[in-house]
């Protein structure tokens, strides 16, 4: 076999390959799903992923005997405080079985983020700490939900094998809709509201606002968390955009303290379940069978990627309770519009106020995804 040879991605078509890569790499794996191509065109280009403005961000392809091998990106966000620590990060990373692949794309991706002075590198992350994070360690048993991962079961040692070792690591957990919350907190739940709290659903003629409201709650109640960056509102807006091509109202609850919005949480119908056969298409027959599948047939799963409590009211006995008030809320919801489960994702492992609601409320952890770290030699700050 020839030499691998890696070089950045430039233009619409090399961003073509880079993407219809992926889709190739999971191809033999009976649970990996194929993200729509026009989606990841827009989420992996400056003109669609607010994200570009306020990081840099640089793909690559390894090519060997004139085919595409293997893919790595690496970004820097300067809206991230790790930033501010020498952390870059790289991200995408799907490659063929081989040392050298991996080899030559972590040779690539850790060259660019040391010539901008980072002094560790960490990811996957792809592209945002706010969009797909870690990869896929345990878990692989069933098909992965809207925008979550799903890697190759080889990936972790070749990685490893690149002298990177475990940062973090990150958890999916999966709900039963049928499943009532347990009696205790339920009876506590289901009782009158507290003096001051009140839930409602997102009202679809205001979502603009809905989304700044929910962004605000958003960026307070995870303001602490390893790695978290702040939606700008360019994001917001992109994010509002996104959200009303998917998004049931019914499913979307807000709770408010004293007349303040002081948390939310979303489920969202998984994308994944409707589109698992459709190799990331949607010409000439996708689109019709999309809309079938959410609209007529509907969804029997959802994912939580969306919820929060503002801090100043989660150690407050009525911030506690929200939580609770809001999963049953949007479970009740869910039961009568024939989901079956849905899953809360993705959670920290060392986040333990939101594992102890995971639990509380009879989630389990199915999935857990790891991320990697590495101090990068040769760097004058290491």
Not at 102 to 117: P, S, T, V
Not at 125 to 152: C, I
Not at 247 to 267: H, K, N, S, T, Y
């Amino acid at each position: 076999m020839g030499d691998v040879v890696v070089t950045p991605v430039a233009g619409k078509s090399e961003l073509d390959r880079f993407i219809r890569l992926g889709a190739r790499i999971g191809a033999a794996d009976p649970n990996y799903v194929a993200p729509l191509l026009f989606e990841r065109h827009e989420a992996l280009s400056p003109k669609g992923n607010p994200f570009f403005q306020h990081a840099d961000v640089q793909f690559w392809l390894a090519c060997r005997d004139g085919r595409d091998v293997g893919r790595i990106s690496a970004q820097i966000d300067r809206l991230n405080p790790q930033t501010r620590d020498g952390i870059g990060h790289f991200g995408m990373i799907a490659a063929e079985d081989d040392p050298q692949v991996f080899a030559a794309l972590f040779a690539a991706a850790e060259a660019w983020l040391k010539d901008r002075g980072c002094r560790t590198a960490l990811g996957p992350v792809n592209l945002s700490t706010n969009e797909e994070v870690g990869l896929l360690v345990e878990g692989r048993d069933t098909p992965p939900m809207f925008m979550m991962g799903h890697d190759a079961p080889y990936a972790g040692a070749r990685i490893e094998g690149q002298g990177y070792a475990k940062a973090k690591d990150i958890h999916a957990y999966v709900c039963s809709v049928a499943d009532d919350l347990p009696g205790p907190i339920l009876r506590r739940v289901r009782k009158a509201p507290a003096e001051g709290v009140r839930l409602r659903t997102l009202e679809m003629k205001r979502l603009d606002e809905e989304v700044r409201t929910l962004t605000g709650i958003l960026n307070d109640a995870w303001s602490g968390n390893w790695g978290f960056t702040p939606t700008t509102e360019a994001e917001t807006q992109a994010l509002a955009s996104n959200l009303r091509l998917l998004i049931d109202p019914r499913l979307a609850w807000f709770a408010e303290i004293d007349g303040e919005a002081a948390g939310f949480m979303i489920l969202l119908p998984n994308i994944n379940e409707a589109i698992a056969d459709l190799d990331g298409k949607l010409f000439p027959l996708g689109w019709a069978k999309l809309l079938w599948r959410l609209k007529v047939k509907g969804p029997k799963t959802g994912r939580v990627p969306l919820m929060g409590v503002k801090r100043k009211f989660a150690s407050t006995l009525r911030g506690q309770l929200l939580p609770f008030q809001l999963i049953d809320a949007v479970a009740q919801a869910a039961r009568k519009l024939g989901y079956e489960r849905y899953e809360l994702s993705w959670v920290l492992e060392d986040n333990l106020p939101m594992r102890r609601i995971c639990d509380a409320g009879g989630a389990r952890i199915y999935k857990t995804y790891r991320v990697y770290e590495k101090a990068l030699s040769g760097n004058a700050d290491a």
